[in-house]
């Protein structure tokens, strides 16, 4: 085990892997007599073949031109893994219903498990497996729900000082409870109570109870409030609540323009486990926040930090996307290779050969369910596998697994990162619809970037709530811009001329403010203004990351880094378009062709990023009250 571990963490290159993986088969099947021998032959078949398909090959032969190892493998062995493929599927059209169909399926699982001698057998083990787990999802722990009596009573219970009530309660559960503190008298009144206690006796309620009060921000007492229970709640243990708090904590002191202790509470929430929704933001506030401190060596290591371990986050591009260098080795147009087979974990090519079968004969709907499905499975072959693997998906049409796939691969194997894999990760789908539907007002590679958050480009896309399509309208939304049906909202050419009508005119409603139009896209418009009120700057990245839902900071910060990156791969190729809608004057024309040269984009939305980036910094005043508090940190002063 301990040989497996390291193994996998040192990620031999492949060609040395193969040398050694080879012999290891070779021996490891070495029969050790006549009877052994009659019952080798097929896995030493198999292990031959896997590591004739384990040999590195070209991106663009999966990625362009769909070949796969199924392609490669004798025409008995594809046959016979293509006909139990189409009986899986007829089975799945059927959704149960043809019991013929039901009964053949079952009978060719039956037959399968008996016959795993055969090396052809892996396709009906994993799709019978799959079936089976699909089918029968095992129990899953479910949190206890709280009724609201009960919510109210322990609530009641905290404003009485009895801190242990919650001491065993998920942190969620406890910002559920604190929830039922109606008064702002109360919450203020506990809180006190609490972040004055010497002893870590309430962690988890100090941090749910300052973040209810910054629901009463930004008047004063609130504040100061809350930013002492953070505080004690920083101090009170190494989950996630502490983490939480130390994050918040440090938000509020540079939205106060106090940087004083930034980095270090930084540090502590990049040091916790608990904490890796936060650690991109805690690097970036920590390389601020030392900048503006002088502190130069831990400004370079926060920025490095972002480069390596998280490249692909809109804080690595706020922090370092004006150095050419730290970017450019990003999209440079060496492909890595990839790999048809594995062979550091050979028992989960059944796996990869069903995807290629259920492609093969035309249900690669399915093959990106199994895919999906089994994507833990997947993360645990080599880089070269999983690279493979994802460019199936793209080459079908599939992209969220494409999406989950490449997120976990780029930030294990950074050395995958390239032009040709950024193309894979950030398509171009759809473009020849968005383009048209943009206007003068909007740019399509903006819209193209939302519409990958919002649907992962699946135009069958629909949310719990009832949005719908590319760019996820709601119907009663879509009923005030045009009569249409609910189901038309499914076709890709009617979503995205609403979608875009409706984008267009609210952010005539934000004047132009793209930021604020795309949390308000996924919050709502009352939400955002509201969050306005909260937290008064004009420092649009702090805004973002003092936004209180993670899923609308997620998804702006997640829209301004795909934006990001399509106008870096696509943006000179989009642009010879754009020259066609005639600019008002030539002056116009010269300062656009110039900004274009240098590689800059003269967006609004594009201002998020390069805010972080001006070296422009504007000296706060002795004592800022926190509706006043704006910084620029010089990020972009260092190397």
Same mark, same amino acid.
């Given at each position: 085990m301990q040989n497996q571990r390291m193994f996998k963490k040192t990620e031999l290159p492949l060609s040395t892997a193969l040398a050694f993986v080879s012999l290891s088969a070779i021996v490891?099947?070495?029969? =050790? =007599? @006549?009877?052994?021998? =009659?019952?080798?032959?097929?896995?030493?078949?198999?292990?031959? @073949?896997?590591?004739?398909?384990?040999?590195?090959r070209e991106l663009s032969e999966a990625a362009e031109a769909g070949k796969m190892g199924l392609d490669f493998e004798p025409a008995h062995a594809r046959q016979k893994a293509m006909t139990f493929a189409s009986t899986y599927v007829q089975y799945r059209r059927q959704g149960g219903r043809n019991q013929r169909a039901v009964a053949q399926f079952q009978r060719d699982c039956d037959a399968a498990g008996k016959d795993q001698q055969d090396p052809t057998a892996g396709v009906a083990t994993f799709l019978c497996l799959h079936d089976q787990e699909r089918r029968h999802k095992p129990d899953q722990t479910q949190s206890v729900r709280r009724t609201k009596a009960e919510r109210k009573d322990v609530a009641g219970q905290l404003v009485d000082e009895h801190w242990e009530a919650v001491q065993d309660i998920p942190y969620q559960s406890v910002v559920g409870i604190v929830g039922s503190i109606k008064t702002q008298a109360d919450l203020i009144k506990t809180g006190k109570a609490l972040s004055s206690k010497s002893e870590c006796v309430g962690a988890k309620a100090a941090t749910a109870i300052a973040y +209810?009060? @910054? !629901? &009463?921000?930004? !008047?004063? !007492?609130?504040?100061?409030?809350?930013? $002492?229970? /953070? +505080? /004690?709640?920083?101090?009170?243990?190494?989950?996630?609540a502490s983490a939480k708090a130390s994050y918040r904590l440090a938000l509020l002191d540079v939205w106060r323009n106090e940087c004083d202790r930034v980095p270090e509470l930084m540090t502590k929430v990049e040091q916790n486990p608990e904490a890796g929704q936060f650690t991109s933001r $805690?690097?970036?506030?920590?390389? /601020?926040?030392?900048? %503006?401190?002088?502190? +130069?060596?831990?400004?370079?290591?926060?920025? !490095?930090?972002?480069?390596?371990?998280?490249?692909?986050?809109?804080? *690595?591009?706020?922090? *370092?996307?004006? &150095?050419?260098?730290s970017i450019d080795w990003i999209t440079r147009e060496t492909a890595p290779p990839i790999a048809f087979r594995s062979l550091i974990r050979p028992d989960l090519n059944?796996? %990869?050969?069903? %995807?290629?079968?259920?492609i093969k004969v035309g249900s690669s709907d399915l093959a990106a369910e199994l895919a999906d499905r089994a994507i833990p499975k997947i993360q645990q072959t080599e880089p070269e596998v999983r690279l493979y693997i994802a460019a199936l998906m793209h080459k079908s049409n599939h992209a969220l697994a494409k999406f989950k796939i490449m997120t976990a691969l780029f930030h294990d194997a950074p050395r995958t990162v390239s032009g040709p894999t950024m193309r894979l990760y950030f398509p171009l789908w759809f473009f020849d619809l968005v383009q048209p539907q943009a206007g003068e007002e909007l740019d399509p590679l903006l819209v193209t970037a939302l519409i990958r958050q919002e649907s992962a480009f699946n135009i069958h896309a629909q949310s719990r709530v009832g949005a719908r399509g590319l760019m996820q309208l709601m119907p009663a939304t879509a009923r005030m811009l045009a009569p249409v049906r609910k189901n038309k909202l499914f076709d890709p050419k009617t979503n995205i001329a609403l979608g875009t009508q409706y984008l267009r005119k609210r952010l005539a409603q934000y004047n132009g403010d793209v930021e604020l139009t795309l949390a308000a896209y996924n919050a709502g418009f009352s939400r955002v203004d509201e969050w306005k009120r909260r937290y008064p700057t004009d420092n649009r990245i702090l805004f973002i990351d003092l936004i209180p839902f993670k899923e609308t900071r997620d998804y702006v910060s997640s829209i301004l880094r795909n934006y990001y990156w399509y106008t870096k791969l696509y943006g000179a190729e989009v642009s010879v378009h754009q020259e066609a809608r005639q600019p008002a004057s030539m002056d116009e024309v010269g300062a656009t062709t110039e900004a274009l040269q240098k590689g800059v984009d003269l967006s609004s939305v594009y201002q998020a990023i390069t805010r972080a980036q001006s070296g422009l910094v504007r000296q706060p005043a002795a004592a800022v009250a926190p509706a006043e508090a704006s910084l620029e940190a010089p990020l972009g002063t260092t190397n």
């Open positions: 490891g099947i070495l029969p =050790s =007599s @006549e009877t052994q021998a =009659s019952r080798a032959r097929p896995r030493t078949i198999a292990a031959s @073949e896997n590591v004739r398909l384990a040999l590195p +209810k009060l @910054e !629901e &009463h921000f930004p !008047e004063q !007492e609130s504040v100061d409030v809350a930013r $002492a229970l /953070y +505080k /004690y709640a920083s101090g009170c243990g190494t989950d996630f $805690a690097k970036y506030w920590r390389a /601020y926040c030392s900048e %503006i401190l002088g502190q +130069k060596d831990s400004s370079r290591d926060a920025r !490095e930090s972002l480069l390596v371990q998280h490249p692909m986050t809109f804080h *690595n591009l706020a922090a *370092n996307g004006n &150095h050419a260098k059944g796996l %990869i050969r069903s %995807i290629e079968t259920l």
